[in-house]
């Protein structure tokens, strides 16, 4: 079977991200002063081929554990689609 898998890599809450500071400093400066708090992070698409969907979830999060996020500084959530 065929999935699409959604992922989400984010700077951990408890610390400093230092672009999402810059976006939010230049919201002021663009007259969006109400927008605050920015964080940035990444957005993945990735497709594969498992057996199950639960298949599916286990090879997105070993991924994203080895790969596509550096756990020491982010987090992640991840949906699957089946296709």
Do not use: W
């Not at 081929?49 to 020491?72: G, P, R, V, W």
């Amino acid at each position: 079977m065929k999935f699409r898998a959604e992922i989400n890599v984010m700077p951990l809450k408890e610390l400093l991200d230092p672009q999402g500071k810059a976006v939010t400093s230049a919201m002021k400066n663009i007259g969006l002063p109400e927008i605050y708090n920015v964080r940035i992070g990444k957005h993945i698409t990735l497709e594969l081929e498992a057996a199950s969907k639960q298949e599916a979830f286990d090879k997105t999060d070993t991924a994203c554990k080895k790969m596509l996020a550096n756990m020491i500084v982010e987090y992640y959530d991840f949906m699957i689609f089946e296709m």
